[in-house]
Every structure is written in structure tokens, then in C-alpha cells.
T-cell receptor
Framework: GIQVEQSPPDLILQEGANSTLRCNFS?????LQWFHQNPWGQLINLFY???GTKQNGRLSATTVATERYSLLYISSSQTTDSGVYFC????????????FGTGTRLQVTL | ETGVTQSPTHLIKTRGQQVTLRCSSQ?????VSWYQQALGQGPQFIFQ???????GRGNFPPRFSGLQFPNYSSELNVNALELDDSALYLC??????????????FGAGSRLTVL
């Protein structure tokens, strides 16, 4: 099956700083999503982005499908951005079988 | 529109017992999938239900089973609980498109502790 790797595993930022999270995947994808998991465990869908670029407020994401990677940009970080960010992908087969990366744990400090 | 809701939010069981977790899918979604997330790891796919039938399964033993009902809600059943079954169980719903697009929406999860 597809392999998904994320980097960095941990990131500490001061409030107001910018960051880039990376996701590499081993095969072509039909579906790629970025999630933010809050401290209570809720997975919040940030982007559905199998290719191209999207922006939503301070967050944006780019997927370069031909080179098998995706980037999540966080600008002007806030303490509420803290949590774990997951990239997850599906290549073929079962429509809802997302393969998750190991996540990037982000801590934003004052 | 209502999102994905799961119940119970927390529960404690002992080894060998059985547990049933419930999920109501988001309005308009016809496909439900379940994931297990152990502490410190990413979620792992258990199985998917569409039209009340399981049509995709991850690497989980048969003691993990499920149901989908005509209103698209779903249950996850785990028999003969083991200590390693302690985890956050996440339900996701979606409505796969003919184009292949399939955006999964997750519930808040059910946190199971097996003692």
C-alpha cells in the first residue's frame, strides 16, 4: 500500500511565526487531505487537495502530485494552532481507506 | 448540516468483554469508515461500509465487526477485548463522487480503555 511520511515530527514556534509542514507519499493519489487534531482528539479537515494549491485564511496547501509531495503553510501562527497535523492519502482501491502519516506535533508559544 | 456524531465519548471495559460504538454520519453522506488511533500514532483504517455492506477492510482480525443501517448510521463491535484495543476509535463519513473525489469528515471519537 501507499506510504505517507511527514516532517518535521515536532515543531515549536513563537506566536506570529510562519511554518511549513511537508508530506511525502510513495504513489499516485486520488485523495489527499490535511487534518488538524485538537487536544480532545477531534480531527478537523483542513484541506482536500490531491493536486494544486488552496488557501483558507492563514493556512494554505500545495500538492505537487507528479513529485509526490504536499506542503501545508501556516502563517502568523497562533496558540490555537497547536496540536497534531496529519496528512492522509488514498491511491487506489477502497474509497475511504486513508493512509495517515505519523503527524507533525506543533506547539505555538507566547 | 449536522456533522458526524459518535457515542459514547469515553468508556472503560475489561479484557474479554465486548463493546459497541455508534456513529451517525453527516447529512447526505452514504459511506462510513472506522479508524483506530493508538496513543501517539496516526489513525489506522479498520473497515468501510457502503449500502449496508462491508466493502473494504484493513489489517484487523474478525473480532472487529460492524454494521451500517438504512439511515447510513453505523456501529463498530469489538469482541474478546484485549489490552491493545485501548485506543481512540474514529468514525468518518463521506459521499464518494464519480470523479473520484471523496472528502472524509471525522467525528470526535470514542476513547476506549481496556483494563
Amino acid at each position: 500500500g501507499i506510504q505517507v511520511e511527514q516532517s518535521p515530527p515536532d515543531l515549536i514556534l513563537q506566536e506570529g511565526a510562519n511554518s511549513t509542514l511537508r508530506c511525502n507519499f510513495s504513489d499516485s493519489v486520488n485523495n489527499l487531505q490535511w487534518f488538524h487534531q485538537n487536544p480532545w482528539g477531534q480531527l478537523i479537515n483542513l484541506f482536500y487537495i490531491p493536486s494544486g494549491t488552496k488557501q483558507n485564511g492563514r493556512l494554505s496547501a500545495t500538492t505537487v502530485a507528479t513529485e509526490r509531495y504536499s506542503l501545508l503553510y501556516i502563517s502568523s501562527s497562533q496558540t490555537t494552532d497547536s496540536g497534531v497535523y496529519f496528512c492522509a492519502a488514498i491511491n487506489t482501491g477502497t474509497a475511504s481507506k486513508l493512509t495517515f502519516g505519523t503527524g507533525t506535533r506543533l506547539q505555538v508559544t507566547l | 448540516e449536522t456533522g458526524v456524531t459518535q457515542s459514547p465519548t469515553h468508556l472503560i471495559k475489561t479484557r474479554g468483554q465486548q463493546v459497541t460504538l455508534r456513529c451517525s454520519s453527516q447529512s447526505g453522506h452514504n459511506t462510513v469508515s472506522w479508524y483506530q488511533q493508538a496513543l501517539g500514532q496516526g489513525p489506522q483504517f479498520i473497515f468501510q461500509y457502503y449500502r449496508e455492506e462491508e466493502n473494504g477492510r484493513g489489517n484487523f482480525p474478525p473480532r472487529f465487526s460492524g454494521l451500517q443501517f438504512p439511515n447510513y448510521s453505523s456501529e463498530l463491535n469489538v469482541n474478546a477485548l484485549e489490552l491493545d484495543d485501548s485506543a481512540l476509535y474514529l468514525c468518518a463519513s463521506s459521499r464518494p463522487q464519480l470523479s473520484g473525489a471523496n472528502v472524509l469528515t471525522f467525528g470526535a471519537g470514542s476513547r476506549l480503555t481496556v483494563l
